[in-house]
T-cell receptor, first 113, second 114 residues
Framework: GNSVTQMEGPVTLSEEAFLTINCTYT??????LFWYVQYPGEGLQLLLK?????DKGSNKGFEATYRKETTSFHLEKGSVQVSDSAVYFC????????????FGTGTLLAVQP | DGGITQSPKYLFRKEGQNVTLSCEQN?????MYWYRQDPGQGLRLIYY???????QKGDIAEGYSVSREKKESFPLTVTSAQKNPTAFYLC?????????????FGQGTRLTVV
C-alpha cells in the first residue's frame, strides 16, 4: 500500500545550522507531496508542496524537491532559527477518487540558541 | 476569514460517556476528514467524507461515528466503545476530488478521559 517514511527525531540543531529531514514514500503512480508543520498544541499548517516529479516546493526558507527516481521529498533549510522548532510531517495524496492524505510519523525539530 | 473551526479546544469525558467533537468549515470544501494524533505518533485517519451525506471509514474507525448532513459540518462522536479515547483530534478539509489535494486543518481538540 501507499506509505510515507520519515527520519526519526528528535533532531537537535544549533541556530543557523543546516537542516535536512528525510522523507521517502511508497506509492504507485504519481501522488502530490507535502510538508506540514505543527507547533505545540496547534493543528497542522501546510509548509510547502510539489505536485509532479522534479517540482521544487519552497516557503519561508524551506525547500523540498520531488524526486521520482528515489521516491523522496527531503526537507531542507539553509539556516534554522529557534522559531523553526516544531514537528514536521511529510505526506502524500493522490487526489482524485481516493483524495486522502497519508502522513509520516513526524519529526520533532528542536533548535537551540 | 475562511477556515476550519474545531470546538471545544479541551474536552473531558467520563468513562462510559459519548462525546461529540465539532468541526465546521467555511471554505466551501467538499471533503472533510478526522485524524487522531497520539504523543510521538503520526496522524491516523478515523473517518472521511468526500461529499454531503456520504462518508467512509478510515484506518481506525472502531469506537467512533460521524455524520455529514451539511457541507460545512462534520462532527465526530467518540463512543463508549472506544477503549482508549485520550488523544488529540484534528479535523481537516480539502476542495475534493475536483480541486487541489492539500488539506487545511483546524486547531484540534484535546480529549481526556477522567
Amino acid at each position: 500500500g501507499n506509505s510515507v517514511t520519515q527520519m526519526e527525531g528528535p533532531v537537535t540543531l544549533s541556530e543557523e545550522a543546516f537542516l535536512t529531514i528525510n522523507c521517502t514514500y511508497t506509492a504507485t503512480g504519481y501522488p502530490s507531496l507535502f510538508w506540514y508543520v505543527q507547533y505545540p498544541g496547534e493543528g497542522l499548517q501546510l509548509l510547502l508542496k510539489a505536485t509532479k516529479a522534479d517540482d521544487k516546493g519552497s516557503n519561508k526558507g524551506f525547500e523540498a524537491t520531488y524526486r521520482k527516481e528515489t521516491t523522496s521529498f527531503h526537507l531542507e533549510k539553509g539556516s534554522v532559527q529557534v522559531s523553526d522548532s516544531a514537528v514536521y510531517f511529510c505526506a502524500l495524496n493522490y487526489g482524485g477518487a481516493t483524495n486522502k492524505l497519508i502522513f509520516g510519523t513526524g519529526t520533532l525539530l528542536a533548535v537551540q540558541p | 476569514d475562511g477556515g476550519i473551526t474545531q470546538s471545544p479546544k479541551y474536552l473531558f469525558r467520563k468513562e462510559g460517556q459519548n462525546v461529540t467533537l465539532s468541526c465546521e468549515q467555511n471554505l466551501n470544501h467538499d471533503a472533510m476528514y478526522w485524524y487522531r494524533q497520539d504523543p510521538g505518533q503520526g496522524l491516523r485517519l478515523i473517518y472521511y467524507s468526500q461529499i454531503v451525506n456520504d462518508f467512509q471509514k478510515g484506518d481506525i474507525a472502531e469506537g467512533y461515528s460521524v455524520s455529514r448532513e451539511k457541507k460545512e459540518s462534520f462532527p465526530l462522536t467518540v463512543t463508549s466503545a472506544q477503549k482508549n479515547p485520550t488523544a488529540f483530534y484534528l479535523c481537516a478539509s480539502n476542495p475534493g476530488i475536483r480541486g487541489n489535494t492539500e488539506a487545511f486543518f483546524g486547531q484540534g481538540t484535546r480529549l481526556t478521559v477522567v
